[in-house]
């Protein structure tokens, strides 16, 4: 946007130089670059018979900026890399403005053509100048890391903040903060045999030093001092009075400790808005009695008072509202309670988004916990699997109705079977009929004797199901297992019976 390349053609179409937001010349007030200044003026051309403006704006590394004459009238043009002079030697810079804006930040800082501060520009940086340049400036964070190490070592009271070589590596400056009065003469000693260069300690405030490293506000933004904001104003608390914040340290400071500055930026439109307000010691005199003041919402006019003496309610008024009580206590009147002026005071509904799908949930993504008592109850009541098996093959499940199946035996009834509740009937009839089983063979009699020529595999079992976990014939006396408690009443149904009177 700013440097020759990225200027405008004859019909106002910008070229652009295809830098995607990292601009190579170094003047485009993108990527790393801070407190970059657009030429507005580079496309116009000056009126006939007046020359360029001479003097350049220079910046160095961390977007400390500087003016530069150019005596020998070389071509420059913003973004162009120049020696220009030091003390002592030479420094590297990026011309970072020219033109006639120069005059207006020289105005700005109050700084004359004729002022000790404007040097010169030596030359057009060659590759040689640029290479020292890059050389010195690598060496910058090892320079601090063994600086920070030095000054802890000697126990004084101030921070490193950062390191800055100059561009033909003879000399570097130390900035550091400190709160009290340093005597930092050894410290200057030491550093120069251990780099074998020329120290400058030089001292800068909270926000100059925020300024100088960069950073991310509370906003989501980069900080103000490093991007644009030149000069810092005193912030004081009364800004934040005035705004109706919250006096919190934490909240109003800014990462160097300080208040923020933008305290100060929407300052004048709440000074703005509060002409028409009253004053907050204003008190309100009302039949019910004396009223004073707590909040305010500054842009949508609405006040809250409380009484003196009953403090825990507070009270809801507009502005006119309070404006006519104001006028009444004027003329030595009172007037009415303040629930009967809230009562007419409209609050508009807020109009929120209707979560219709539960897109608005921080969780829905998350896995639902499992809870770890249900786990250890089931692990619990786990068996071994040999006798799970057994008790399937043996045992019914007790919590399955018993079905009704057809036998032979259905003239006689048994007694548990009369005694049942009529309830079960219809279900019994909605239930589809089982087929008819063949008849089972008769079985020996118990007061017989066995005969003891027959095999063990003649017997005849009566029931194949009931015992299928069983190889041992029906004849041998052998108790079944007891069935559950809770299946006593289907005991009679589910177990056969070995020589009793009913079967005969």
Not at 85 to 94: L, Q
Not at 125 to 135: E, L, P, T
Not at 471 to 485: A, D, L, Q, Y
């Amino acid at each position: 946007m700013a440097c020759g390349s990225c200027g405008t053609t004859e019909n106002g179409v910008p070229k652009g130089c295809k830098s995607n937001g990292n601009c190579g010349s170094g003047s485009c007030g993108s990527g790393s670059n801070k407190l970059a200044v657009f030429d507005w003026l580079s496309n116009m051309t000056l009126p006939s018979g007046q020359e360029r403006f001479n003097i350049f704006e220079v910046r160095f590394k961390n977007g400390r900026k500087h003016f530069y004459k150019n005596p020998d009238n070389l071509p420059i043009t913003m973004g162009d890399i120049v020696a220009t002079e030091g003390s002592p030697g030479h420094d590297i810079g990026t011309v970072s403005l020219a033109g006639e804006l120069v005059k207006v930040q020289m105005k700005k800082r109050k700084i004359t053509e004729d002022h000790e501060d404007v040097k010169k520009i030596y030359r057009k940086a060659s590759q040689r100048d640029i290479d020292i340049w890059q050389q010195s400036r690598g060496k910058e964070e090892e320079t601090q890391k063994r600086g920070r190490e030095i000054l802890g070592r000697l126990g004084l009271q101030m921070k490193l903040s950062d390191v800055e070589y100059q561009g033909d590596g003879n000399k570097a400056t130390f900035y550091y903060t400190a709160e009290t009065r340093v005597d930092f003469r050894q410290l200057i000693r030491d550093l120069a045999s251990a780099f074998s260069i020329r120290v400058e300690m030089k001292q800068v405030g909270a926000r100059q030093e925020a300024a100088r490293l960069g950073g991310v506000g509370s906003c989501g933004r980069e900080l103000c001092c490093s991007t644009w904001l030149t000069d810092f104003r005193k912030v004081t608390t009364s800004a934040a009075r005035y705004q109706q914040l919250s006096l919190n340290p934490l909240k109003l400071a800014g990462q160097c400790g300080k208040l923020k500055c933008c305290l100060n930026f929407e300052l004048d439109t709440y000074l703005d808005a509060l002409k028409s307000f009253p004053k907050q010691d204003l008190v309100l005199k009302t039949e019910k009695g004396d009223a004073v003041f707590v909040k305010m919402d500054i842009f949508k006019n609405h006040l809250w008072y409380t009484y003196k003496e009953e403090r825990f309610k507070w009270f809801r008024l507009t502005l006119e509202q309070v404006l006519e009580i104001v006028d009444l206590n004027k003329n030595n009147e009172k007037s009415l309670s303040l629930e009967e002026y809230e009562a007419d005071v409209e609050i508009p509904v807020k109009v929120d988004f209707e979560d219709a799908v539960g897109q608005d949930s921080l969780t829905r993504f998350d896995v639902p916990k499992t809870s770890k008592r249900r786990n250890n109850r089931n692990k619990n009541k786990k068996k071994p699997v040999g006798a799970v098996a057994n008790n399937t093959q043996a045992k019914p499940n007790p919590r399955r109705k018993p079905q009704a199946k057809p036998n032979n035996k259905t003239p006689q009834a048994k007694p548990q079977e009369q005694n049942k509740p009529q309830q079960q009937k219809p279900q019994a009839q909605n239930k589809p009929k089982p087929k008819p089983r063949p008849k089972p063979r008769p079985r020996p009699n118990a007061n017989a004797k066995p005969n003891t020529n027959a095999k063990a595999d003649v017997v005849v079992k009566p029931n194949v199901k009931a015992n299928a976990n069983t190889n041992e014939p029906k004849g041998e006396v052998k108790k079944p297992n007891k069935p559950r408690k809770n299946n006593n009443k289907n005991r009679n149904n589910n177990t056969p019976k070995n020589g009793s009177d009913s079967e005969k």
